[in-house]
C-alpha cells in the first residue's frame, strides 16, 4: 500500500498546500472488498508512522550538518509504500531456512515493525549475519540505497534477511521512504572530502525507480505491458498508466 499520493488517506495535497505531479492520475492500490477493515487499520497505521518518518527525514538533515528543514523539499510528494508480510508456520524440518534472501531496500530510509518472532538478521561490517531481535515498541529503521547515495557512502545500505528458526508464523510490516519522483539528488558536499570525487552520479530518483521497479516485477501487469518499450524511454510516469 502507499505508493500514490492522490489516495485520500494520505492527503498530500492538505499536507503541502500543492498538487500532486499532473501524471498521477489514478490510485494504484487495489483493497479487497470482502475485507474493509483491512485498509481501514493499516491506513490508520500508515497515518502515524508516515509522520514519524519525516520527523527522522528532519533528524538526519541535522546529523548531516545541514539546517533542519533542509531535506524537506524534496520529500513533498514522496515514494511512500507499506508491506504487510505474512510468514506462514514451518515443520520443524524446514527451520532455519531462508524466508527472504538477503538485499538492501531500494528507499531512503525503511522502518521495520515486527511482531515477537525473531527471524530478522542484519549483515555487519565483518560479514556476520546478527540477529535484530524484535523489541517492544520499537522499529528497526534501516538505511537504504537512496541515502547511501546521497551521502556518497557513508551511511551504508543495510544488508538483511529473515530467517526463521523457530518454525512460528511471523507478521511483520515495514514502511519505505523515498524521495519525490522529481527530485534530482547528489552527494551532499558535508560528505565529499577535500580533492575527493563522489562515489555516485547525481541522478533522478523516477528515473532510477522504474528501472528497480520493473525488472523486479517482471509479471506486474505494468511491466508485462511496457515489455517492450526500450529501456532508454522508460519514465517514472509508466507506472501510473
Known amino acids: 500500500m502507499g505508493d500514490c499520493v492522490i489516495e485520500p488517506e494520505q492527503d498530500y495535497k492538505g499536507r503541502v498546500g500543492d498538487d500532486p505531479p499532473p501524471y498521477i492520475k489514478m490510485p494504484q492500490n487495489i483493497w479487497p472488498k470482502d475485507a474493509p477493515f483491512l485498509r481501514e487499520g493499516l491506513y490508520n497505521y500508515y497515518s502515524h508512522v508516515f509522520p514519524l518518518a519525516m520527523k527522522l527525514v528532519r533528524i538526519f538533515a541535522l546529523a548531516f550538518g545541514l539546517e533542519e528543514a533542509a531535506l524537506d523539499g524534496i520529500f513533498k510528494f514522496p515514494i511512500t509504500g507499506m508491506r504487510a508480510l505474512h510468514y506462514p508456520p514451518m515443520p520443524k524440518e524446514e527451520c532455519g531456512t531462508i524466508g527472504l534472501g538477503a538485499h538492501t531496500d531500494f528507499s531512503w530510509l525503511t522502518m521495520v515493525l515486527q511482531d515477537s518472532v525473531p527471524a530478522l538478521e542484519i549483515l555487519n561490517k565483518h560479514g556476520q549475519w ?52 522529481d527530485a534530482n539528488i547528489h552527494a551532499l558536499d558535508s560528505f565529499i572530502a577535500a ?47
Open 130 to 181: 546478527v540477529q535484530a531481535a524484535p523489541k517492544p515498541n520499537s522499529f528497526v529503521c534501516n538505511v537504504g540505497q537512496y541515502l547511501e547515495r546521497q551521502t556518497n557512502g557513508r551511511f551504508v545500505a543495510t544488508v538483511h534477511r529473515v530467517r526463521n528458526q523457530t518454525g512460528e508464523r511471523r507478521y511483520s510490516l515495514p514502511f519505505f521512504l523515498t524521495p519525490d519522483p
Open 195 to 241: 580533492g575527493e570525487r563522489p562515489q555516485y552520479e547525481p541522478f533522478n530518483v523516477g528515473d532510477l525507480y522504474i528501472r528497480r521497479v520493473l525488472p523486479a516485477r517482471h509479471r506486474h501487469p505494468t511491466s508485462v505491458k511496457y515489455r517492450d518499450v526500450p529501456e532508454s524511454e522508460w519514465k517514472y510516469e509508466l507506472l501510473y498508466g
